[in-house]
């Protein structure tokens, strides 16, 4: 897309926030969730993470007790939570029995909790829905300390998007304010993103990581926002899409009839709608209380200072190590508040890409007349080059690593793989500079590739290696087609099979619980190397069910839905045939289109239900498979395209969306839907208000 020169400055302006708009009114606080966001509140304020609650995962007014957990190991900490959990579950069976003499002390506190009138059923049902939750006092307190440095910025880019101020204490839940922080599932930086969202506003590959630059994140965060907005019209729902997309968010209106957070909260049911998704608005409400009036439960503060660091855009490549000295300026003082640089910067493998915003202490002086000091001879005006391993059926990443001198650590974090990522046949491991060539064989790839495209190529190089077995449906490899991870270390034990939730799922990792900064990154890799095997192409059906949450995961930008519905019918959406569901179900083309009524020349009308047959493949198979293409071929759009604005079109007289998408402004018809999820693409009327997303390229 050709972007005239006016709106490209405004676009490459460090502090241009999205495009602004009417300032809403404060989030909405249903008296319905107060008991949640009571809740959260004393997560955050009352106990640390050496203490946690025993709590009812519903009724979150249900606190059965405080448990101090154990310091002497990580297993003995696991067995205080599990202990604690397994008597209130045995107490409430008990009470539910009938039992009302003799009490124990857990039991006489079921009774204090629930009152004399509760009956059987209810207390059985609650026996199934006990959780544990650790403590995040000391992590929320160390995250008002970090927030000092980014906070005015933060608020003032969500102000001036026109989103609610509210949302600028989200980083509290997410990450605890710590720009380095990384998820067990992938995410990363102060606004947690996966890396297929992410890659929709910030650049992500194997140079710069731009999740951990606290400016660029907090842009795209905005946008991200701004979307779900679009998409859902209600704040609470937009928010909570931030956790559990867009798509589950819409399907959530249309199964229980409103956009009241509270009554979808109470009755919306799904799959992967848990605890996590219930509490994220509470959770974030909570965290407003608290941002609010810290020395009302933290007393007095020494917040860092707001950071003044400087930009200088770098004009070409150049190696880090030349830069610092050039410079003058210790390599301790630029990694800190130069975290989006991945480690093969660092390390010298590659160099600082071209156009990257590059910070330096203010103590440095004016960023021109410093790079005017840098000599010519520094710059290069290319990157280094790649090289990259085609993974074999049966390897790891243990046995890969070796083999080119490098560790597991290195090989996750340049492929921005999670720790518990399984590699599958076929896919293109892009490795560490410097690594040794004698025993790659013909499995090393090198070339020169422009950083924005590394990843694309990866992705289409494993789908083409990628074959289906006859009669099975084709999965495409994409870059987090991951088997879930195991949990973290912090209290993974289970808890007996009554005691649900523990505080290792989604929650945790919001509230900060699994948490790693990338000092940790090889220590989990190394826990995690032996899961990393290279798979086949097509999941078993459980497979299957897992690799759907993960792509569901990845895809939470996207508010399209690809799910099959309890009638087995599908919605036709954008870029999808006859033949793809063929293929994925492992049936003829032929066969579904007489299902459907359909003659062989007619074509698919997106938005429409379509009937399919499930006699060779599982929903789960298909769901997995359909969500694979969809992302790959998102991801190798968003390889060299991201979105920094959205603008608004009004359709004029004999203006279609295909010349719109097509010709005015360069963009897939699929992304624009994305932004007008509600919108009969093929019916625009004349003064319609049509959401065009603004692009650039990864590096711009």
Do not use: C
Request: glycine letters at 6%; a neutral charge.
């Amino acid at each position: 897309m050709i972007i005239r020169p006016i709106l490209l400055l405004a676009l490459l302006l460090l502090a241009t926030p999205p495009i602004a708009t009417a300032a809403p009114e404060p989030l909405a606080r249903p008296v319905e969730l107060e008991p949640a966001v009571n809740f959260w509140r004393r997560v955050y304020t009352e106990i640390t993470t050496n203490e946690g609650f025993v709590h009812d995962d519903t009724r979150l007014d249900i606190v059965y007790e405080t448990v101090r957990l154990s310091r002497s190991s990580d297993r003995a900490r696991r067995a205080s939570a599990s202990e604690a959990g397994d008597r209130y579950v045995r107490a409430l069976r008990a009470i539910a029995g009938g039992k009302r003499d003799n009490l124990s002390p857990s039991e006489e506190r079921v009774m204090e909790l629930w009152g004399p009138n509760i009956n059987s059923s209810a207390l059985s049902d609650a026996s199934q829905r006990v959780r544990f939750q650790l403590g995040q006092a000391d992590k929320f307190r160390d995250g008002l300390i970090r927030s000092g440095a980014w906070e005015r910025y933060i608020k003032n880019t969500m102000t001036d998007a026109g989103l609610p101020p509210e949302i600028a204490s989200l980083p509290h839940v997410e990450s605890s304010f710590n720009p380095a922080a990384r998820s067990k599932v992938g995410a990363a930086g102060m606004w947690q993103f996966m890396v297929s969202t992410g890659r929709r506003f910030m650049r992500i590959d194997n140079v710069v990581d731009e999740r951990l630059d606290p400016y660029k994140s907090t842009r795209a965060a905005a946008l991200l926002m701004q979307q779900n907005y679009e998409v859902t019209r209600a704040w609470p729902l937009a928010i909570t899409a931030y956790n559990h997309g867009a798509s589950g968010m819409r399907r959530a209106i249309e199964q229980v009839g409103t956009d009241d957070i509270a009554v979808i909260v109470r009755k919306y049911k799904s799959r992967s709608f848990g605890f996590a998704s219930r509490n994220f608005y509470t959770a974030l409400l909570a965290a407003v209380d608290v941002d609010r009036e810290p020395e009302r439960y933290f007393g007095a503060l020494d917040r860092h200072a707001p950071d003044n660091s400087r930009v200088l855009v770098l004009p070409d490549y150049i190696a880090v190590g030349t830069l610092a000295k050039s410079l003058g300026i210790d390599r301790d003082m630029l990694e800190p508040i130069n975290l989006s640089l991945k480690p093969t910067v660092w390390n010298g493998s590659k160099k600082v890409p071209k156009g990257y915003e590059f910070r330096v202490p203010s103590s440095a002086g004016d960023p021109q007349v410093l790079l005017a000091s840098l000599s010519h001879d520094a710059w290069d005006s290319k990157q280094t080059p790649d090289l990259f391993h085609v993974v074999q059926r049966g390897e790891t990443l243990s046995s890969i690593a070796p083999r080119y001198g490098a560790r597991v650590s290195d090989l996750v974090a340049i492929n921005s793989l999670s720790s518990a990522a399984r590699i599958r046949v076929g896919q293109r491991l892009i490795l560490p500079g410097g690594v040794s060539k004698s025993s790659a064989g013909p499995v090393v790839d090198q070339g020169i590739y422009p950083d924005a495209v590394v990843e694309a190529q990866r992705v289409a190089t494993a789908k083409a290696a990628t074959k289906a077995a006859p009669g099975a449906p084709t999965v495409a490899p994409s870059v987090a087609s991951n088997v879930p991870p195991k949990p973290p270390a912090e209290l993974t034990a289970s808890l007996p099979s009554a005691v649900t939730e523990v505080a290792t799922d989604e929650a945790a990792a919001e509230a900060g619980d699994t948490i790693a900064t990338t000092d940790t990154l090889e220590q989990a890799a190394a826990a995690e190397q032996e899961v990393a095997t290279a798979l086949p192409a097509v999941p078993a059906p459980a497979e299957a069910a897992q690799v759907v949450e993960i792509e569901q995961r990845q895809l939470l930008a996207d508010p399209s839905d690809y799910s099959v519905a309890e009638d087995r019918t599908i919605r036709v959406q954008e870029d999808e045939t006859i033949g793809h569901y063929a293929d994925w179900l492992g049936v003829k083309a032929s066969d579904l289109r007489r299902m459907n009524g359909m003659k062989g020349t007619s074509a698919l009308r997106v938005g429409r239900r379509l009937k399919l047959d499930f006699s060779k493949a599982t929903p789960e198979q298909f769901e997995g498979a359909r969500l694979a293409y969809h992302q790959d071929l998102q991801e190798q759009f968003f390889a060299n395209h991201r979105i920094v604005a959205t603008n608004e079109h009004l359709v004029k007289p004999g203006e279609s969306i295909w010349v719109l998408a097509g010709r005015k402004y360069n963009i897939p018809v699929w992304l624009l839907r994305q932004y007008n999820p509600d919108l009969d693409l093929s019916m625009v009327k004349p003064a319609t208000r049509v959401v065009i997303p603004v692009l650039a390229s990864p590096g711009a």
